[in-house]
């Protein structure tokens, strides 16, 4: 009776395999990230109420999407769970600019092609280095599935 459980297969997870994970609306802090509409934000302000005569204290947070930056706010009381995304950073090392794609490598030698040039202050900077001739990392944000290049550094 005991052995049934030796035919079955279990397969293991990473620890940052769920694209979220819940975490108590107290616990949450400023710079941090949470969920909010669905989207993966980063909280840049936080105040908390005060315990009224009916309920709970409240927390209302003042966020960004971390992708589109547009603001978004929330309440929620206190001691409910919110949803917190698994946020990921990862250098690449920048080849070039195809099609409005960036060419980039990995530690591993694998190449990524699918992330277009960010239209904005990075994606500027990243066609001055290129035109330049300069070497350079770029750095990916990723989060619930997307991804973004949010920054540049000089390769040591």
Known sequence: MGDKLDDCEVDRADAGSSLTYPQQCSALRKNGFVMIKDRPCKIVEMSTSKTGK???????????????????????????????????????????????????????GETKEDLKLPNDDIGKEIREKEANGESFIVTVLSAC???????????N
């Open 54 to 108: 009916h309920g709970h204290a409240k927390v209302h947070m003042v966020a960004l999407d971390i992708f589109t930056g547009k603001k978004m706010e929330d309440i929620c009381p206190s001691t409910h769970n919110m949803n917190v995304p698994n946020v990921g950073r990862k250098d690449y090392q920048f080849l070039n600019i195809d099609d409005e794609f960036v060419s980039m490598m990995d530690d591993g």
């Open 145 to 155: 599935g997307e991804e973004k290049i949010v920054g540049t550094k000089v390769m």
